[in-house]
């Protein structure tokens, strides 16, 4: 009757255990156990209390309170030793060994104590190798593979309190071996609990390697978690028709955890990831659901940890937005039930937490304050982590969250903000995490300290304003993200964008240095990525994005045509980008993108056309250009800056026509639409997140007004100066000056700086040449020959510089004329004569070197012309008869070879002063003879052939974000 009795309770527990209702069960098998006790029935009694031992571990997974957390669990460990004492005296040395490991296993739970837990775990684990030696011994392959599971678990909570790495890689390689030993036992029995518990073992294996040994293209790694992902398929086809929730469970986590992590990391067929991907989301999912049904709140934990990190590490935002907070909310709830105790399951609720926090913190939707609210709470909840953690591996990931936190803070700091604090505690937790994670071999803990020092000394750069110290962090920055690269492994994604972060690392550096060296280096970084992404034949939207950037670098380069190149690649890769989306506002996105590089590809080669003065040209694709850019919501302000271009470059080529005031009209149109663009600019960037590049844009547009305005008192004095109003010139010419030099003081191209300097220089010598042409003076003529002559040492090998030569040289000539004059001495005027000779012959060869023929054939007239004037002074001199008249005739002669000299030059009027002037000869009329009435500057010494407004660094494409591309 008795016996019934019991077999009823147990009957009934079993009942309950298969209902999920582990409190009722774990009552009744104490009351089992206790009845078998009663009757001295030591061994069933030993059997049921270690039964009753298990579930109460049942009822801690599903304890919603610290109580019954805490109390159940001290039952769990009393009964395992209960259980232990009856099996020492029944003589079971093997099963009193396993409930003692069971029992000290059940004591981490709670444990308040690092050294304690310790201790703990490595008694427990000691009890389990000797008995998995002894089952090895005698092929118990079944107990051989309970003991393993329970080893692993103790050296699974074990690792949580290992601080130094060699400790840690001695468990990790016992662990490793332990698992693979118990798989080949697997063979032998047919046990789905045994196996899932295996599954289980070896997921959490590769979760922690991957914390600290793998490396991108580790192929030994790759093929030990490819086995592992097939062991996954054979177990989830072999649960198919299981109806323990607990089980499915337990294999649903394994399984779609690998799933995540071998599609975004290992896959290589785009079909195969995304599959993958899906199917471990789906499992992820299906694990949750059973374990809220099976009251399991710890897998719960770990379910949902996992599922919400990996939609971040796959990019899927939306899923994770939907999920975060209610995840967040729930989990906060297990926070106070394990606060306190040195758990797995306790680190887990706080990481999903800094998971939380550190995604809103970036976001820039959210007010300041708010973001700030977010960094503040996960500093706070990094610090208290830091203080009870012993396991290296989360020391070197919490001091990298901190370190973040931290660099949010001294971003979004105002003046009432203790940035300078921030700063140091950036720099110390990124220190902190560098040394916790130099010992390790590989994975996101080696990657955390290269990530640490990269993102402090990059938020620098950003902040500081000295030139040198930006350079300095930059550098620093350069090394860190370079070392990171095969350790940003947590996704393929993540791997790819940490090649092209370095890439736009060495482009910040070569536009701070104006090196070329980073820029090419950038370069090679981002055709790297495109060449891995392109040979896969998915991954478009990261090979349309490095394109933009090249084409970005190429443009920095001056080499438009190659720019505009690349454009059109990056606008193919977006088209075939498109393939893969099915999410409409973000296949909106990338269709505005697509129209935007087009427009961009215009743009470029409107430089191009620009830099070879064809202007129309150039008009032309800017017209176009920024038509299209008016119909994108996202890119519209940009019309009117790139439209303002179209009447600048209308401008230049009238100007160059010498049509001076058709030419002030466009430069004014010009002026008026760089006006409105840089007010829309001022008005939108305030609530967009680029608004330190619209910023930088908004001061180009200014630039490109002062430009204008410079441009139109250009054109204002060459009016003035072919009126004869030299003084009103002149002044035209320094006013232009001055906003010359305005403008090229905010040009940081050294090329482009220099040029526009040059110019400054340029229009200084005409307004000293048109004061020197009014007042004749020689030292006027000499300051405009000094000018033009340091403004050709500063243009780059271009007809401008030698234009600038050859004006020098007749300015020269000019000064050389006015002192011909000025003297009486014959033999000063011989020495005068043969220096303007010599200077006007220089100054032909420069015209003819720049390509400005008629200024060449202008000097060799003038030249001629001169050869004229001499002789006749010389014949005015002479007072014998015939020797006059020799004089006479050479002068006519050099006259009228003068005359046709500019005649076939083009230049009629001054051909008709010449033949005028030999006319009077003829009929022995009295001349005057002037060096300077001869030697009168070429119309092409004013010209602004080869002036173009310059390009300017900042007007680039908008090229996306790394966190916009994942």
Known sequence: MVRISEVELLNKAETEEKNYNWEEAAKLYEQTAKLFLDKHLFEDAAKVYTKFGEICLRVVRASQTKEDYLN???????????????????????????????????????????????????????????????????????????????????????????????????????????????????????????????LDAENWFF?????????????????????FFTKCEETLSLVKDCDDFSILGQVYLAAGTHYCMYGTIF????????????????????????????????????????????????????????????????????????????????????????????????????????????????INLGKKGLENLAFGTLLALDS???????????????????????????????????????EYNGGTVKSAGFDSIYRANKIMVDIVKKKETKIKHLKIAIEAATSNIKYAIESYNIFLAAQMRLGLLHEELGILTT???????????FLRVIKETSEKGYYYHYTAACYEYIARLEDRLGNHIASADYYAKAEKAHNKSLVEIEFKPLKDRVNEKIKYVKAWNLIEKAKSFHKREQHLNAKECYREASEII????????????????????????????????????????SKDLFDTAKIMIRFIRKNVRRSKELKKLEKAARVRVNYCSARINLEEARILGKKGEHIAAAERFALAATQFKDTCLVFHIKRDRKELEAVFHLCRAWES?????????????????EIFAKASEIFAESKLRFLAQGNSHFCMALEAGCRFDQSDETDIKTRLYTKVKSILRKAANSYEKGGFRNGAAWALATSTHFDAAWYLIKADEELEINKKQEFLNIGSTYLKSAAELFGKSGYKEKQKEVLERLDRISKEEKILISALNTIKKPSISSSNEGISAPSCPVEISYSPRISEIN
């Open 72 to 198: 159940w669990n001290t039952q769990s460990i009393k009964a395992y030793s209960k259980a232990e004492n009856l099996y020492i005296q029944i003589n079971d040395n093997l099963l009193s060994m396993e409930c003692k490991a069971k029992a000290l296993n059940a004591m981490v739970n709670i444990i308040t104590s690092i050294e304690k837990g310790k201790e703990t775990l490595k008694e427990s684990i000691n009890l389990c190798l000797e008995l998995i030696k002894i089952y090895s011994n005698k092929n118990d392959n079944k107990n051989l593979i309970k003991l393993t599971v329970l080893a692993y678990e103790s050296i699974r909570f074990f690792f949580i309190f290992c601080k130094e790495p060699s400790e840690f890689e001695y468990y990790l390689k016992l662990s490793r071996n332990l698992i693979e030993q118990a798989w080949v036992s697997l063979k032998e029995i047919n046990d789905i609990k045994l196996r899932a518990d295996l």
């Open 207 to 227: 979760l922690i390697t991957r914390y600290t040994e793998l490396i991108y293209g580790d192929k030994k790694q790759e093929e030990l978690r490819k086995r």
């Open 267 to 378: 896959a290589k067929e785009k079909k195969k990831r995304m599959t993958l991907i899906e199917e471990g989301f789906t499992l992820l999912e299906k694990a949750i659901f059973l374990f809220r049904a099976t009251k399991d709140y710890i897998n719960l934990v770990f379910a949902i940890y996992s599922l919400d990190y990996s939609a971040v590490i796959f990019g899927r935002f939306e899923y994770y937005q939907k999920r975060i907070f209610s995840d967040v909310h729930e989990l906060e709830k297990f926070n106070k039930v394990y606060d306190g105790f040195h758990t797995v399951h306790g680190l887990y609720v706080s990481r999903l937490s800094f998971v939380y926090y550190l995604n809103f913190a970036s976001k820039s939707f959210f007010k300041v304050d708010t973001r700030k609210s977010f960094a503040k709470a996960g």
């Open 400 to 438: 990298q969250s901190l370190t973040w936190f931290y660099s949010q803070l001294v971003v979004l700091a105002d003046e009432d903000d203790p940035q300078q604090e921030y700063i140091q505690k950036m720099f110390y937790y990124a220190d902190q995490a560098k040394n916790y994670s130099k």
């Open 515 to 525: 090196e070329k060296k980073p820029l090419t280096e950038a370069r090679e970084l």
């Open 630 to 669: 008016a119909n994108l919501t996202s890119f519209n302000y940009e019309a009117n800056y790139y439209g303002a271009w179209m009447f600048l470059e209308e401008a230049e080529d009238l100007s160059k026509q010498e049509k001076y005031n058709e030419a002030i009209s466009s430069y004014e149109k």
């Open 769 to 785: 040449m048109e004061l020197a042409e009014n007042f004749e003076e020689p030292m006027k003529f000499k300051v405009a020959a």
